[in-house]
């Protein structure tokens, strides 16, 4: 079994800073990729911000410059740092795990976390 807690989220006035965090528990063998991904009202589900198991970063072009994603490997655990926020980044936000186990080490299965409103406004 794994689950994927997450918590940070809230209301914060436009300019303001919020940090998601997202940790994974569970008989997993390895973490491939963990990420970040938004959904407001009415719209499909975006890709926000990805980071690697050797650090490496994505980051959607509405957020790059304003957004941190890192990682600790020793807690298996994910962050988001948001700064300058805007109205338009109001969405719930969904941590996601790409993850190995030790029965099909060749394989990647996805999980997701249930979700943290974010909501920016003044």
């Known amino acids: 079994q794994v689950q994927l807690v997450e918590s940070g989220g809230g209301l914060v006035q436009p300019g303001g800073s919020l940090r998601l965090s997202c940790a994974v528990s569970g008989s997993i063998f390895s973490i491939h990729t963990m990420g970040w991904y938004r959904q407001a009202p009415g719209k499909q589900r975006e890709l926000v911000a990805t980071?690697?198991?050797?650090?490496?970063?994505n980051y959607a072009d509405s957020v790059k410059g304003r957004f941190t994603i890192s990682g600790d490997s020793a807690r298996n655990t994910v962050y988001l740092q948001m700064n300058s926020l805007k109205p338009e980044d109001t969405a719930v936000y969904y941590c996601?795990?790409?993850?190995?186990?030790?029965?099909?080490?060749?394989?990647?299965?996805?999980?997701w976390g249930q979700g943290t409103q974010v909501t920016v406004s003044s």
């Open positions: 980071i690697t198991g050797g650090g490496s970063a």
């Open positions: 996601n795990a790409r993850v190995r186990f030790r029965t099909t080490p060749s394989l990647l299965n996805d999980y």
